[in-house]
């Protein structure tokens, strides 16, 4: 069974920076894809930024040239680099990986999510 924890979320100030950390325990036969999504209070989920299958790294327009994703492949640990955090950017960050097994089966994981607050 894999399971995900989210880790690194907390208070800021406009203008600091954050580095969350999303670590999978148990085996992955195949990382599909790996998103890190957020849900601010009263809003939809929406992506924030991916590795898209294939390798391609996608961001939301909100995210580009602030937030980074990175991934530390021997730890089983993906990262989301948020620099110059606003505001807006306070939400619950979780992290989702898509695994595609033998047959091409896919399974989906999920964290349960680290919040993010970031002050005027």
């Known amino acids: 069974q894999v399971q995900l924890v989210e880790s690194g979320g907390g208070l800021v100030q406009a203008g600091e920076s954050l580095r969350l950390s999303c670590t999978a325990s148990?085996?992955?036969?195949?990382?599909?894809?790996m998103v890190w999504y957020r849900q601010a209070p009263g809003k939809q989920r929406e992506l924030v930024a991916a590795?898209?299958?294939?390798?391609?790294?996608h961001y939301a327009d909100s995210a580009k040239g602030r937030f980074t994703i990175s991934r530390e492949n021997a730890k089983n640990t993906w990262y989301l680099q948020m620099n110059s955090l606003k505001p807006e950017d306070t939400a619950v960050y979780s992290c989702n990986v898509n695994d595609l097994l033998p047959g091409n089966v896919g399974r989906s994981y999920w964290g349960d999510g680290t919040l993010v607050t970031v002050g005027t």
């Open positions: 148990g085996s992955i036969y195949r990382v599909n894809s």
């Open positions: 590795f898209m299958p294939g390798g391609r790294i």
